[in-house]
Structures are given as structure tokens and as C-alpha cells.
């Protein structure tokens, strides 16, 4: 069943990434993602006010449970590395084609399942060895299609920016998996609803300080902001995503290393987005390197069954 909402969870990041794209082209980075997180602690804030009331049953998968000072610094720690990284994406997303972005997005599987097989001695069958190597072929292949538009890796701030946000997203990854795994399995075995509804409302707190004491100030001398419809798209997408990922977190058969590889899977979405919207080009030899990635995800799918 984990492996199905992996699945789920990487076609609701492939949107989630067209919204973002669509949301941040010649538009202000630090208020949209302030926008972002609000929306999504404010999808979330009834789910912790109605567990709190007694209004959802702990045994809903909506229910959230009540929470110790302790791990609730825990939290805070995933809040300030989920946000980073965002903060660098976003920034990233804005100046680079789509199809780019999700090529190197796709190595954060990479980093997640080095920290995998050494922290969490997570062990792959053949089936999965062999997804993961298709998978870093595909991605090879595909940050050598990225070239061939004049985007020199080794030279673009953009890509650095990009990068520090896979590093970034990959230990988030890892922590999740510390997080939401039972006690018993080394875990902290906190609630997956209290983790997801909790992080939102910290980073919100944390990025209206930053629009406020950093945006706000010399708004007019950036780039101005202009609302699009496609903003509260961002929120949607993510929270969905992000909902059904930790739910299969909590099985404790779930490993790590491949969910974060299935995820990976949304630059299937984005670049037919990237492809079909936002007319980018350079799309045949990418369609090419995408069969790779589709290889890698049907050995994926045999090994974790």
C-alpha cells in the first residue's frame, strides 16, 4: 500500500511544481511563499482544533494528536529545514525551464538513500538496485540535456540555489522517516497529522516574520508582487502531497530510500507541463531520458511487491 501513495504522492508534486512555475515567472518569490504556507496551515489548523475538541476521533486518519513540548521542537527543526530548502527552490524555479528543475530535483533520491543505507541500514533487493540504477542513468542523462540550453551547471546561481534545495529537501526526507516511524523501529513515533498540520503553522510564523522585516521594507525595489490564481493552487497540491507521503511513512514496511525515489517520479508531470504549457524546448532528447526514469519506477514497483 506504501508504495501505491508514493505513487499518488509524486503526481500531486509534478502540479504542485507546474503551479509554482506559473506562480513565480516575473512575480515576487518571499510573499508567494508566504502565501503558500498560510494557505496550507490554514487547511490544516481545523483538522488540530477539531482533534483538540474532540470533534475527530483518534482513530480518523484526520485525527491529530496532542503533542509534547519536546517533540514539538522537533517539529520546529523539520519547519526550519523543509523552509530552507523551499526558500532556495523557489528562487531557483523562478530563473530556470521547468524541465530543468525537475531533472535536478530528481537526484535528491540519490542523497536520500546514501543517507538511508547509513543511518536507517535500509538493504534493496536486485529489482530495486536495479530502479536505482536506471534512475541515476536517467538523471545523468537528463542534467546533460539541461546543457544543451546554455545553462553551464558549474556556473549558475541558480543551480547552486537548486542544488543546496535537494540537499536540503533530502534530509528533510530522512527526518521524516525518523520522525513517523514507531518507537519500537528507533523512530520518535510522532503522529503523521501532528508533524504535517504543526510544521505548515511554524513556517508560516516563521516566513511572515521574514516578509515583514525583510520583503516589506524594500518591496519597491524588487520585483513587485501580482496575485495569480495559480498561488492557492501551490497550497493544494502540496498539502495533498504531503498528506498522503506521510501517510505512508507510518507503515513500517515503508522505506525511505524508494518513496523518495516514486516522489522523483512528478518530473514525468512537470516536464509534460513544462512541455505542453510552458512550450520549453530541447523536449526530445528529455523524452529520451524520461524513459529512463519510467524504467526506474517499474523496478521499483516489482521490487517493493
Known sequence: MWIILAFISAALLGFYDASKKSSLRDNAVIPILFLNTLFCAALLLPFIILSHSGQISPDS????????????????????????????????????PLTIVGSVNATRPVLTIVGALLVFGEELNAWQWAGVGLGLLSFYLMSRSGSKEGIRFTHSLWIYLLVG????????????????????????????????????????????AMLLLIWWPGRKKSTPFRWKHSIILISIFLTVADFVYFYALTDPDAMISVVSMVRRGSVLVSFAIGALIFKEKNLKSKAIDLIFVLLSMICLWIGSN
Do not use: T
Not at 69 to 90: F, M, P, T
Not at 179 to 188: C, F, R, T
Open 61 to 96: 486518519h484526520f485525527f491529530v494528536a496532542p503533542i509534547s513540548a519536546a517533540q514539538h521542537r522537533l517539529i520546529i527543526i523539520k519547519s526550519v529545514i523543509v523552509l530552507s530548502s523551499w526558500l532556495l527552490g523557489y528562487f531557483a524555479i523562478k530563473h530556470l
Open 165 to 208: 534545495a535537494a540537499i536540503l529537501g533530502a534530509a528533510s526526507g530522512l527526518y521524516d522517516k525518523h520522525l513517523m516511524s514507531p518507537e519500537d523501529h528507533g523512530g520518535a513515533g510522532l503522529n503523521r497529522m501532528a508533524v504535517q498540520g504543526w510544521y505548515n503553522i511554524y513556517q508560516c510564523l516563521m516566513m511572515g
